[in-house]
């Protein structure tokens, strides 16, 4: 597949989302504030990874768009919460994300984090009120994303990310800190896409799903981690060297960029080994392929 036609498949699979998206919202002059703030972060863009990962997901297994896009919705929803609360000055305290002042430099520290909350809590709503693939399905679903996005996932990474902040930690413990802070939601994604097309948790075609995503997200930390290093905040549409600034460990602790690009291609070859004996797989290789080789 070339970089052209991805291309076009990740644009067509982003506008189905953020379509999905604008429906969740209402007006309602009253908290108008705290909706503007939500859209401020939901609508500036991004790559749309974790919800393509959904779609394309649910359509290698034989299922409808209409059944994945709520679960699209859903996981993007978390995925913007976490970084409107990453940015914060109680966090990382970032100024720039996808090209335009942070949330809380906008909207202020509290509308910031409210905006957040909403977003996370809104997220599971849209979830559980998937009426296509019915409340068995929702339910499953509902409760591997909340696995993925909690204490034993997403935020327990970020508190391991933050507690290893001036220390050293070892590659294993590295290794941990991101399959839970970056591969748990990348995980959460791609199973809901399965669970959408009917893929029960016990099918043996989910271990395939998760050794995929497993690999894809851990992969796609590497790259993170080597641009951070090497890219600029005009391309990427966020500061550079923050994780040095921080003195937080990354992949180029243990490995030269060299070093981490071949780990991160081997993560990937693995990930397409996983799920390249399916026939409508083309587009998820392609997709893990291209994280490995991105540039921004």
């Given at each position: 597949?070339?970089?052209?036609?991805?291309?076009?498949?990740?644009?067509?699979?982003?506008?189905?989302?953020?379509?999905?998206?604008?429906?969740?919202?209402?007006?309602?002059?009253?908290?108008?504030?705290?909706?503007?703030?939500?859209?401020?972060?939901?609508?500036?863009?991004?790559?749309?990874?974790?919800?393509?990962?959904?779609?394309?997901?649910?359509?290698?297994?034989?299922?409808?768009?209409?059944?994945?896009?709520?679960?699209?919705?859903?996981?993007?929803m978390i995925h913007t919460y976490s970084l409107i609360h990453d940015d914060l000055p109680c966090m990382d305290d970032d100024e720039m994300r996808r090209g335009k002042p942070t949330n809380h430099k906008v909207f202020g520290e509290s509308t910031a984090l409210l905006a957040g909350d909403s977003l996370l809590t809104g997220a599971f709503e849209v979830a559980a009120s998937n009426s296509v693939v019915g409340s068995d399905i929702s339910a499953k679903a509902v409760a591997y994303l909340a696995s993925c996005a909690g204490r034993y996932g997403m935020v327990g990474g970020q508190i391991m990310d933050l507690e290893g902040?001036?220390?050293?930690?070892?590659?294993?413990?590295?290794?941990?800190?991101?399959?839970?802070?970056?591969?748990?939601?990348?995980?959460?994604?791609?199973?809901?896409?399965?669970?959408?097309?009917?893929?029960?948790?016990?099918?043996?075609?989910?271990?395939?799903?998760?050794?995929?995503?497993?690999?894809?997200?851990?992969?796609?930390?590497?790259?993170?981690?080597?641009?951070?290093?090497?890219?600029?905040?005009?391309?990427?549409?966020?500061?550079?060297?923050?994780?040095?600034?921080?003195?937080?460990?990354?992949?180029?602790?243990?490995?030269?960029?060299?070093?981490?690009?071949?780990?991160?291609?081997?993560?990937?070859?693995?990930?397409?080994?996983?799920?390249?004996?399916?026939?409508?797989?083309?587009?998820?290789?392609?997709?893990?392929?291209?994280?490995?080789?991105?540039?921004?």
């Amino acid at each position: 597949m070339t970089d052209e036609i991805l291309e076009l498949i990740l644009h067509r699979d982003a506008t189905m989302t953020e379509d999905a998206l604008r429906k969740v919202y209402t007006e309602d002059e009253d908290i108008k504030v705290l909706l503007d703030a939500e859209c401020y972060s939901l609508f500036a863009g991004g790559k749309r990874i974790r919800p393509a990962l959904t779609l394309e997901f649910c359509r290698m297994f034989g299922g409808e768009d209409s059944a994945a896009l709520p679960f699209a919705c859903a996981v993007e929803m978390i995925h913007t919460y976490s970084l409107i609360h990453d940015d914060l000055p109680c966090m990382d305290d970032d100024e720039m994300r996808r090209g335009k002042p942070t949330n809380h430099k906008v909207f202020g520290e509290s509308t910031a984090l409210l905006a957040g909350d909403s977003l996370l809590t809104g997220a599971f709503e849209v979830a559980a009120s998937n009426s296509v693939v019915g409340s068995d399905i929702s339910a499953k679903a509902v409760a591997y994303l909340a696995s993925c996005a909690g204490r034993y996932g997403m935020v327990g990474g970020q508190i391991m990310d933050l507690e290893g902040e001036k220390k050293k930690l070892t590659l294993d413990e590295l290794l941990k800190l991101h399959s839970l802070k970056t591969g748990a939601l990348i995980s959460a994604a791609s199973v809901m896409g399965a669970l959408a097309a009917g893929v029960e948790m016990t099918d043996p075609r989910m271990e395939d799903v998760v050794t995929y995503a497993e690999n894809i997200g851990l992969a796609f930390q590497i790259v993170d981690d080597i641009l951070d290093k090497t890219g600029n905040a005009e391309e990427l549409g966020k500061n550079v060297g923050v994780d040095a600034e921080h003195q937080k460990n990354t992949f180029l602790s243990f490995f030269t960029i060299e070093e981490a690009q071949f780990y991160a291609d081997r993560l990937t070859r693995e990930a397409i080994d996983a799920i390249r004996k399916y026939k409508e797989s083309e587009t998820l290789c392609a997709i893990a392929e291209w994280l490995a080789t991105r540039k921004k």
